[in-house]
């Protein structure tokens, strides 16, 4: 069993940041590969950003590179998304997911990742 639970998202003004957090437990997790997705209303669940489980790769969807950086801190069993300048086209609910077998060539693939969040939402407004 492992349960992820996400926090950190809330109300924010174009322009602004905000860290979204991970926090997983059930299983040793410094092993797993880890990604961010997101969906927003109306819209199919998208990549975002994911890291493998040494924290020494990472890769990010082109609408937010430059943007966002994705960390992990194993020793918390945490994975971590800042987002800077952050777009009105950025609101959605924000989900992390883990994938146990390690890292893939298919990170950006929803069917990599065997366990997911609950989501935090995220809202910027113009």
């Known amino acids: 069993q492992v349960q992820l639970v996400e926090s950190g998202g809330g109300l924010v003004q174009a322009g602004g940041s905000l860290r979204l957090s991970c926090a997983a437990s059930?299983?040793?997790?410094?092993?797993?590969?880890m990604g961010w997705f997101r969906q927003a209303p109306g819209k199919e669940r998208e990549f975002v950003a994911a890291?493998?489980?040494?924290?020494?790769?990472?890769y990010y969807a082109d609408s937010v590179k430059g943007r966002f950086t994705i960390s992990r801190d194993n020793a918390k069993n945490t994975v971590y998304l800042q987002m800077n300048s952050l777009k009105p086209e950025d609101t959605a609910v924000y989900y992390c997911?883990?994938?146990?077998?390690?890292?893939?060539?298919?990170?950006?693939?929803?069917?990599?990742?065997?366990?997911w969040g609950q989501g935090t939402q995220v809202t910027v407004s113009s």
């Open positions: 890291i493998s489980w040494s924290g020494g790769n990472t």
């Open positions: 997911a883990v994938r146990p077998s390690g890292f893939s060539s298919r990170y950006w693939s929803e069917s990599m990742y065997d366990y």
């Open positions: 059930g299983r040793t997790f410094s092993s797993y590969a």
